[in-house]
Nanobody
Framework: QVPLVESGGGLVQAGGSLRLSCAAS????????MGWFRQAPGKEREFVAR???????YYADSVKGRFTVSRDSAKNTIYLQMSSLKPEDTAIYYC??????????????WGQGAQVTVSS
C-alpha cells in the first residue's frame, strides 16, 4: 500500500515551470514534516526541499530561489513549484514523509516517483 501519491511530472523546456503534487492518505504526515528528493541517471538520490510541521522550509543550495515547497494541511498534501528549470534538474522526483519525530528529519515513507525532464 503506497501512502504517498505523486502527480504533475512531465516534459518542459529550459526556463519553464512545473508543479508537483503529493497527496497522502490514512494518516496526517504533515504533523512530522514532508519533503522532496530527486535522483538523476547515474547519480545518487539527493535532498531537494522539505517543510517542517511548523511550516519552516528548507532547500538544497542547487534549487534555492527557483523551487518552492508548500503544503495544504487540510488536504494532507504538499507541492513543489519548480521555476527557471535547467536541464540538470532532470530527474525522478520522490515525495517523502516522516512517520514520527526524530532529532534529525528522516523519511519513512516514499511516493512512487514523478519523472521531470527539462529539454535544452
Amino acid at each position: 500500500q503506497v501512502p504517498l501519491v505523486e502527480s504533475g511530472g512531465g516534459l518542459v523546456q529550459a526556463g519553464g515551470s512545473l508543479r508537483l503534487s503529493c497527496a497522502a492518505s490514512g494518516r496526517t504526515f504533515s504533523m512530522y514534516g514532508m519533503g522532496w528528493f530527486r535522483q538523476a541517471p547515474g547519480k545518487e538520490r539527493e535532498f531537494v526541499a522539505r517543510i517542517s510541521s511548523a511550516g519552516t522550509t528548507y532547500y538544497a543550495d542547487s534549487v534555492k530561489g527557483r523551487f518552492t515547497v508548500s503544503r495544504d494541511s487540510a488536504k494532507n498534501t504538499i507541492y513543489l513549484q519548480m521555476s527557471s528549470l535547467k536541464p540538470e534538474d532532470t530527474a525522478i522526483y520522490y515525495c517523502a514523509a516522516a512517520g514520527f519525530p526524530r532529532a534529525t528529519w528522516t523519511p519513512d515513507y516514499w511516493g512512487q516517483g514523478a519523472q521531470v525532464t527539462v529539454s535544452s
